[in-house]
């Protein structure tokens, strides 16, 4: 074991000295194969973690020992070998960029299929005289490029990679970790804890209002490297910052483990707006390969009227399970959820959110719109709570299912727990299918059947759509029509 | 330009149309008329290429092509245009969206170039703009919470924009009020009254002919053509009624 230790410390020692990595066929530093307290500590390292750091995550991982995977989804996963995968993978090289000629074209060629335009190409590669989006780009594991820093930072924010900021940061990280999704909240949260790689932390200081969006792209691209980001938001009183993480994963016919951890946190008067278009790979038509997507996401509104917007186009991966909740603990503070779930072919998805209303007059709109295809499944899952002291809360709920096949299932599981009689809560669900007399409008209009079933989607799903930033919403309206290619004939 | 030989179609087993023949030459506006029952509205089904009327037997072609060879979307770019009994409701999304996509892929599938979105603003303003209706209803979902007039008038503007070869109007007059009625049949004759288009009108009353005057008028009855002649054949049927036909 100790060699083991000494060979992972010498390459956490020869890994610092890359600066810059971006590229799919790169060399890759490895953790070595499997989970074991080794795994923990070899990841720590080449963190160059502080004590603290470490003892968490070894804390975590002695308590996910004991812990079994939760089954009360309705998904059905078969079993993970968590010694059969790698925990950690560093990209190597590091290029400066000047222009994008100067990226690797297997990169290019990646971007080129996603779809994304070359202006974000350019801002995701990290060129010079790039448009104002700051993106964090995660590749793999480690963050390689980090825009815009200085802007940023005139206005007072910090955005870095959580590795960075626990290693500059700590004061304002230490309190803040764990403390939304504490470290024992779920089997796949603690396992992040032990394991997590790397992610985003932005802190937004006191009535400042974030002058650009915030962006992080997510990428899975070494086989069998379980991907474990962790992001922690903090908006002080009276800030305000939009986030926006896209992911999206090349294809793999190995399946993929991703479990990451999101926490916010809102104090006073703060706003944080969180938006995600998730495009892991999902596998192929018959059902083989795609990630395995277990998400943790929570925000605590913990100020006077502090408020936090959730919107999410997930589209991708084998499995999805992700609960973007809101802990609603200040007075007048605000919860929204914006989602819509697609599953097409074999896809599994059991998604929702949890809105805990501690805080007197705290509000809440929920608005998710499931499309299934295929012989997927697709399911709601949600939680409005209401607390004794919690008075005159709110809730508006609207759940809306599409079925594209007679082989898919829609499922809409809603949990309301009232204690205190003050509350409205409003729950509405519809079902309904795309019906041939929509199909038969679009396409004597000159729609083909692809075309028509994309515009009748996006239109079932645009009171989510209209909720992400602009140049979000375009791509995710093609990626919805692109998700759903082939689910009807 | 539109030939029906011999047409024969089935919905769920059952026959509708039995040997139905038709020819419409360019410039010409025909009126079918019948009793409820005849097989007008599967008649136009057919020729768009609904799902689940199926053609047992015979022909029909638009300038010479096999339409009932094609998909829907694929006798669309053809140039046929079904204006619609009931039209069809799209949630979220704008009419405006839902013309653009589907004249931009009729377009591209006659290898035309794709309408920039200021110059299909420009041609849909003033299409509305000819039909008195305001550009706020072409922001609005397609068809959602539109009284049966104003999805009528939709579906002239949608005519008006899409600029077909042939039309077939399946009782676009039912549930237009007398100003509604006038609006919509002066929307015919200024976008299809011309050398190169032809329309066939299907409706069962003489009141829309009052606007839009056919060259021929024919009567179908279980499923075939019973009777044709001029349009004084409209208002003879307008005065006598179907039943004397059966004599």
Known sequence: ?489 | MLKINNLHATVADKPILKGLTLTLNPGEIHAVMGPNGAGKSTLSYVLGGRPGYEVTDGTATLDGQDLLALAPHERAALGLFLGFQYPVEIPGVSNVQFLREALNAQRKARGEAALSAGDFLRVARTQAGAMGVDMDMLKRPVNVGFSGGEKKRNEMVQMGIIDPKLAILDETDSGLDIDALRVVGDGINRIMRKPDKAVLLITHYQRLLDYVKPDFVHVLADGRIVRSGGAELALELEREGYGALAA
């Open chain 1, 1 to 489: 074991m100790a060699t083991r230790n000494q060979e992972a410390l010498a390459a956490a020692e020869k890994a610092s000295t890359y600066e810059w990595g971006f590229t799919s066929d790169v060399e890759q530093d490895f953790a070595p194969k499997g989970l074991s307290e080794d795994t923990v500590r070899y990841i720590s390292a080449k963190k160059n973690e502080p004590e603290w750091m470490l003892d968490w995550r070894l804390k975590a991982f002695r308590h996910w020992l004991t812990l079994e995977r939760p089954d009360w989804a309705k998904l059905n996963i078969p079993p993970i070998d968590y010694q059969d995968a790698y925990y950690y993978a560093e990209p190597k090289v590091k290029p400066t960029i000047g222009s994008l000629d100067e990226v690797d074209p297997e990169i290019l060629k990646v971007y080129e299929k996603l779809g994304i335009p070359i202006a974000e190409q350019k801002v995701l590669a990290g060129v010079e005289g790039a448009p104002k989006v700051a993106v964090d780009a995660v590749f793999d594991s480690v963050s390689v490029a980090t825009t815009f820093r200085k802007e940023l930072e005139a206005a007072g924010v910090i955005f870095r990679s959580i590795s960075e900021a626990i290693r500059e940061f700590p004061d304002l990280v230490r309190p803040w970790l764990g403390k939304v999704v504490p470290m024992r909240d779920n089997y796949f949260a603690t396992l992040n804890c032990a394991v997590f790689s790397d992610g985003t932390f932005v802190y937004v200081p006191k009535g400042v209002r974030c002058p650009m969006e915030l962006s992080t792209y997510f990428r899975i691209n070494a086989e069998n490297t379980g991907q474990f980001e962790r992001t922690l938001i903090i908006a002080d009183d009276g800030a305000y910052v939009s986030y926006l993480e896209g992911c999206t994963a090349p294809m793999r016919d190995e399946n993929q483990l991703h479990a990451a951890v999101v926490e916010l946190v809102a104090l006073d008067d703060a706003e944080i707006k969180y938006s995600t278009v998730q495009n892991w790979y999902p596998g192929d038509a018959e059902g083989k390969g795609g990630i395995y997507n277990f998400v943790t996401k929570r925000a605590l509104c913990q100020g006077r009227n502090s408020k936090v917007s959730w919107t999410q186009v997930e589209t991708g991966s084998a499995v999805t399970w992700k609960y973007p909740s809101c802990v609603l603990a200040g007075d007048n503070s605000v919860g929204e959820f914006y989602s819509v779930a697609v599953t097409n072919n074999y896809q599994q998805a059991d998604t929702g959110t949890k809105m805990i209303h501690l805080g007197k007059n705290s509000r809440s709109t929920i608005v998710s719109k499931g499309i299934s295809a295929g012989k997927s499944n697709n399911t709601y899952r949600g939680l409005v709570r209401v607390g004794p002291t919690a008075e005159n809360v709110r809730n508006f709920t609207q759940c809306d299912s599409l079925l594209l096949s007679s082989d898919c299932g829609a499922h809409t599981v809603p949990y309301i727990e009232v204690k205190n009689p003050s509350a409205q809560i409003e729950h509405e669900a519809t079902t309904s299918k795309i019906s041939d007399d929509q199909m038969f409008y679009a396409m004597q209009r000159g729609l083909d059947s692809e075309q028509a079933v994309a515009l009748i989607v996006n239109g079932f799903a645009k009171d989510v759509l209209q909720q992400l930033p602009m140049e979000f919403a375009v791509e995710a309206q093609k990626l919805l029509g692109v998700s759903l290619e082939g689910s009807v004939g």
